[in-house]
C-alpha cells in the first residue's frame, strides 16, 4: 500500500518513484525466494524487477537487474551449500550443484528474454514516435487530433502557414 501511495504522488520525482518500485519488487522477491524456496512467487517478483526496470530506466537498468537477480542465486547458492540452513520448505532448494546449475541458469536466460525483449520493443517505440513526429512537423498538410468529445487536441505546425493562426490557438 505504502508503495502504491509513493507510486502515484506527484511531488515525488518520477526517477525516485521508479527506485522505489524496482527496490519493492527486489526485496519482495529476495524474501520470496528465501522464505518459499524456488517454489514460491519470487522468481516471478524477480523478473518484474528486471522487467519494469527495463520499461522504466532503460537497457542498462535492466542488465543491471539481471546482474543483481544473477548474484541473489549465487549467494543463496553459497549459503545453502556452505552450511547455513535456509527457511522454507526443504524440497524445494536443490541439494546438488547441478540442480542449482540448472535452475539458475534456466531462470536468468528466461529474465534475460523477457527483459531485452521487453527493451527492444521499448527502443522500436520510441524511433517509431521520433519518426512520426518528424513527418506531422515537417508536412505541409494540416494534421489534428481530437477527443471522444470532437475537441481539438493536437495540430500540427502547418497550420500556421494556411490560416495564418499559432497551433496553440487551437
Known sequence: LLGLLICFAPKIPFAVRVAILLSGFYLLGIFSMVFSGFEGS???????????????????????????NMALLLL????????VSLPGPDSSWPADTMGWLVISTTFCFLCTCVTLSLSAVIQALDKSEKQ???????????????????LITFVSPAVE??????AKHF
Do not use: E, K
Open 132 to 150: 512520426f513526429h518528424c513527418l506531422v512537423d515537417n508536412s505541409p498538410d494540416i494534421i489534428w487530433t481530437s477527443d471522444h468529445h470532437q
Open 161 to 166: 502557414t494556411m490560416l495564418g493562426r499559432p
Open 42 to 68: 519470487g522468481r516471478l517478483y524477480l523478473i518484474c524487477f528486471a522487467a519494469f526496470a527495463a520499461l522504466f530506466s532503460g537497457t542498462r537498468a535492466a542488465l543491471f537487474a539481471i546482474g543483481a
Open 76 to 83: 543463496l547458492w553459497v549459503l545453502a551449500h556452505g552450511g
